[in-house]
């Protein structure tokens, strides 16, 4: 027991002495330490002490020398400032002499413009006095020597005129006429074609007259049926083995036509079987119309056209105007629009395109409101077509001006192509309101005894009183009458003006 206390009691003297040596250690280092602080404190300080004098000489040397610098720069600012006011003050004195020099000036001029009023008043006493000696001495008035002066004045200049006219028109009309007969035989010869007058009506042949009947069918429902599918007049009458189709519109007139024939064939005809050949027919005519636009594009070589475009140049091909086909008519000018473009060095496709589709409207001019022109540019711009195109579509009837050499050239194959011989057929009434408009042109004008249209109106010969028209007048009154009739009628190709005084004859063609 006392063993085990002992032992404890040596255990706790033990940690005490322990406690106590660490103890001291630990003083001992911590004294260590804070000498080393207070030394690594006062370095500090010294060496801060040191960097804030050197950076306060450093601060007083950049003031020394910044203002150094800035004194020299002010010295050089009042040198400059000097100068300026140097300047300024010789520029005073210059601007002062000028001045004077100015006022000098306005004086001199004040006193030559007092001295030319004078002289003026002068000169216009003198002008008086001398035109009153004038008049004292010609007998004469200042009016009645200027009316004569200008009546004689005006008689040379007539005179002048007319034969300026007459050889100015001569030289003219030479070369023209040279070249223009060559340029349109060689055109008219390469696509000349003849146009068979067609009629509003389509004749459908029948093997007998019993079939007549079968057309017609039980109390009419035959021919009710097929006159309000294909909204065309049949007309059955006396007429042996035939039907008459009558309808202003071709292409409704050729479905009807198609249906008809093929009910003939067929041999069975009610209103089933109507309606079923009408829609087959109407199907095959699409196909047609399709077709004939493709072979017109194709023929025209002018380029790819819309699918819509071709479709309604195909209809075409059933439209007529005056008995020209449309279709034809439109190829035609297309050949003569581009011939005379390479001729005259134009854009050949341009022309050509714009020629084939002039006429578009006159397929939709029952569908669309507006003039068969207005209509086809509309169409053409909607689709497509370039600018100068469109423009000479527009213009080939003159509703604009033409701008451009293709739209001139389009007009005259248009022309060319609807007045040549055979192309068209003209109602009588009309034919004769034109020669009679012709003829009223030229009875209206002053000295004009008698006027006769002849060629079918491309032709008017004027017959002058010799006393009152005399050969200058005479080219002059056929120009009038050239220009009349071009301002107020409408009429193909040219039209010849003779007029005739004393066996003398003066043509001008219009």
Avoid at 171 to 187: G, H, I, K, P, Q
Avoid at 440 to 466: H, N, S, T
């Amino acid at each position: 027991m006392l063993t085990v206390i002992g032992v404890l009691v040596g255990i706790a003297a033990g940690a005490l002495a322990m406690w106590g040596w660490l103890r001291a250690a630990s003083a001992s280092r911590l004294g260590a330490a804070e000498e080393r602080r207070r030394s690594v404190i006062a370095d500090a300080e010294r060496e801060a002490e040191a960097t804030r004098r050197e950076a306060q000489i450093e601060a007083r040397e950049q003031a020394v020398r910044l203002r150094s610098e800035i004194e020299s720069e002010v010295q050089d600012r009042r040198l400059q400032i000097a100068k300026v006011e140097e300047r300024i003050v010789q520029r005073e004195s210059e601007i002062g002499a000028k001045l004077v020099e100015l006022e000098r000036r306005e004086q001199g001029i004040a006193d030559r413009e007092t001295h030319l009023k004078q002289l003026q008043d002068e000169m216009k006493g003198a002008r008086d006095q001398a035109l009153h000696e004038l008049e004292r001495a010609s007998g004469l008035t200042l009016g009645e020597a200027k009316q004569q002066l200008l009546e004689r004045s005006e008689d040379l200049v007539r005179h002048e005129l007319a034969r300026s006219v007459r050889q100015l028109e001569e030289e003219a009309r030479t070369d023209a006429r040279r070249r223009a007969r060559a340029l349109v035989a060689d055109a008219l010869q390469r696509v000349a074609a003849s146009h068979t007058a067609e009629t509003p009506v389509s004749v459908v042949e029948l093997a007998s007259d019993d079939m007549k009947g079968r057309i017609i069918g039980r109390e009419g429902r035959n021919i009710r049926a097929l006159e309000h599918l294909t909204g065309v007049d049949f007309i059955i009458d006396d007429t042996p083995h035939a039907v008459v189709l009558s309808s202003f519109d071709g292409l409704r007139r050729e479905i009807a036509k198609m249906t008809l024939e093929k009910l003939i064939e067929d041999g069975r005809i009610h209103p089933a079987r109507i309606e079923e050949m009408y829609y087959q027919s109407k199907a095959e005519l699409d196909e047609h119309v399709r077709q004939a636009g493709e072979q017109a594009v194709f023929e025209a070589n002018c380029g790819e056209m819309h699918e819509e475009l071709v479709k309604i140049l195909g209809r075409l091909r059933y439209r007529t105007s005056y008995g020209q086909n449309v279709l034809k008519h439109t190829l035609e000018v297309v050949h003569l629009a581009g011939l005379m473009a390479a001729e005259l060095g134009a854009s050949v496709k341009t022309a050509k395109r714009a020629a084939l589709l002039h006429d578009l409207g006159k397929a939709m001019t029952h569908e669309v409101e507006g003039s068969h022109a207005a209509v086809s540019a509309q169409l053409a711009k909607r689709f497509g077509e370039a600018e100068g195109v469109v423009h000479a579509v527009e213009a080939h009837h003159y509703e604009v001006q033409p701008q451009t050499v293709e739209a001139v050239l389009l007009i005259a194959a248009d022309a060319i192509s609807a007045s040549r011989p055979g192309a068209r057929g003209e109602s009588l009434e009309h034919y004769i309101k034109r020669l009679e408009a012709l003829e009223e042109i030229a009875a209206a004008k002053r000295g004009v005894a008698k006027a006769y249209a002849l060629q079918a109106g491309r032709e008017i010969r004027v017959i002058v009183e010799p006393a009152e028209v005399d050969d200058d007048g005479a080219v002059l009154l056929s120009h009038e009458i050239a220009r009349e009739i071009e301002d107020s009628l409408e009429y193909p190709g040219q039209v010849k003006v003779i007029v005739i005084r004393e066996s003398r004859a003066v043509e001008v063609a219009r």
